[in-house]
């Protein structure tokens, strides 16, 4: 039908204005009067362009949104760290997870926000746990493509012989083992995004591979002479250095270039202890919903230990800490929780590390007074194997105030009425 092929002489995509739209949507509306005659391919057709109608609309909204945010004047962008946390979230950004007032990291996530509705290929390096994999999942739902595939690939986990039937896919037959044609990962990524983690780990040969993809905007399967077109938006992730990969010979320069249009850095989370409560929070009711439990309270010691140790594994390590309390611990966790590698050797130290982190002298004082008074609780426990009257007793006080202590350093008198028992059974034994 004549009407049909109208629509698809009308401006392409990237041209859309608002009065190309309106002029396809009258063309729409035109067609629409004959669908009882239409035959069943005609009607497709119509369909998939109406598709094309709401993607062209939803473009031409996400780039007015971003060019609205480039030209921002910047003495009417918030000053602290506090107002532009606010204001990200104010503007609807879509966040998994929880971030707190870095100005590293809102920095970051500002540059993600204004990168995220354009195509510009991103880099984004940082220490390995620093939620690298999370900010291209924030780049691709902030973006015009959230509704379409996001597709990830660890380039350092592919081995070379595979590396580009992996990324490319191959024909039937094109190696031994094709039995059969197969996609590779940036046709499964096609109109929407692909994120190449540990880009540094791509050999030589598959960097002029992906060089091509970028500049061509197409690939050709192994196997294969036919070039199929691509339209898939790059992410890429790195806790290399580059640039100096680039100057030593062992990154192509041309490549390095072509992928940090938008370039962002994740800082480590010892620069982002603001943010350890909040993720503790966060990972501490995932952690129970997967566990299936209810969640974990934490002593003092062991908070104050999680806020001031320096988590080389930086969130990763963070998160898989807190599942591991969450799975051994019973109703309350503490330090013996944790891994033995990390465990404070000794209680004097760990308070001594504790009072260094103390903000003021009546937050040590606090910190030093609240340790010495679990100390000495631990201790009258033990001596009185866990009876609560007695030790009550023994410190002239009344037993709902000692229990009362108790809970509050998260103290379970069977704890200790159970370990006297085993000594006593051990000693018996002998």
Request: overall charge neutral.
């Amino acid at each position: 039908m004549k009407i049909l092929d109208d629509i698809e002489d009308l401006p392409a995509s990237p041209a859309t204005s608002y009065a190309a739209l309106l002029e396809k949507i009258e063309i729409l509306r035109s067609t629409l009067r004959w669908s009882s005659r239409m035959e069943r391919p005609e009607i497709e057709k119509l369909l998939r362009q109406a598709s094309v109608l709401r993607d062209d609309v939803m473009q031409l909204s996400h780039r007015e949104r971003f060019v609205q945010a480039a030209v921002a004047e910047p003495q009417r962008l918030p000053g602290s760290a506090r107002e532009r946390r606010e204001a990200l979230l104010a503007r609807s950004f879509i966040f998994e997870g929880t971030f707190g007032d870095n100005p590293k990291l809102l920095e970051a996530l500002e540059i993600a926000e204004k990168a995220a509705p354009t195509d510009l290929p991103v880099l984004v390096d940082g220490e390995s746990g620093t939620g690298k994999e999370l900010m291209a999942k924030v780049i691709h739902a902030n973006g015009s493509r959230a509704d379409r595939p996001y597709i990830s690939v660890n380039c350092g986990a592919i081995p070379d012989n595979l590396l580009e039937s992996e990324l490319f896919g191959h024909r039937k037959g094109a190696f031994t083992g094709a039995s059969n044609d197969r996609k590779g990962k940036f046709e499964s990524a096609h109109t929407g995004t692909i994120f190449l983690d540990e880009i540094g780990e791509l050999p030589l040969a598959g960097q002029v591979k992906l060089l091509r993809v970028l500049e061509a905007h197409e690939i050709q399967r192994v196997g294969s002479d036919e070039p199929i077109a691509v339209d898939t938006r790059i992410v890429a992730a790195t806790n290399r250095n580059l640039r100096r990969m680039s100057e030593e010979g062992r990154f192509r320069e041309d490549l390095f270039y072509r992928l940090s249009v938008i370039h962002l850095t994740l800082p480590p989370l010892r620069e982002r202890r603001d943010e350890i409560a909040l993720l503790l929070a966060y990972f501490g009711d995932e952690a129970a919903a997967t566990l299936k439990r209810q969640p974990v309270k934490m002593t003092l010691r062991l908070r104050e230990f999680l806020r001031t140790y320096d988590y080389p594994g930086n969130i990763r390590e963070l998160r898989n800490l807190v599942y591991r309390i969450v799975c051994l611990a019973p109703e309350t966790a503490d330090i013996e929780h944790l891994p033995v590698d990390i465990r404070p050797g000794n209680s004097a130290s760990m308070v001594s590390g504790m009072v260094a982190s103390a903000v003021s002298l009546s937050d040590a004082k606090r910190t030093a007074s609240d340790e010495a008074e679990r100390a000495f609780l631990e201790r009258g426990l033990h001596e009185v194997g866990g009876t609560v009257a007695e030790l009550a007793r023994r410190f002239e006080m009344n037993r709902s105030h000692v229990q009362m202590l108790l809970k509050k350093h998260g103290l379970h008198s069977k704890d200790f009425r159970n370990h006297a028992a085993s000594a006593a059974q051990k000693e018996k034994g002998s």
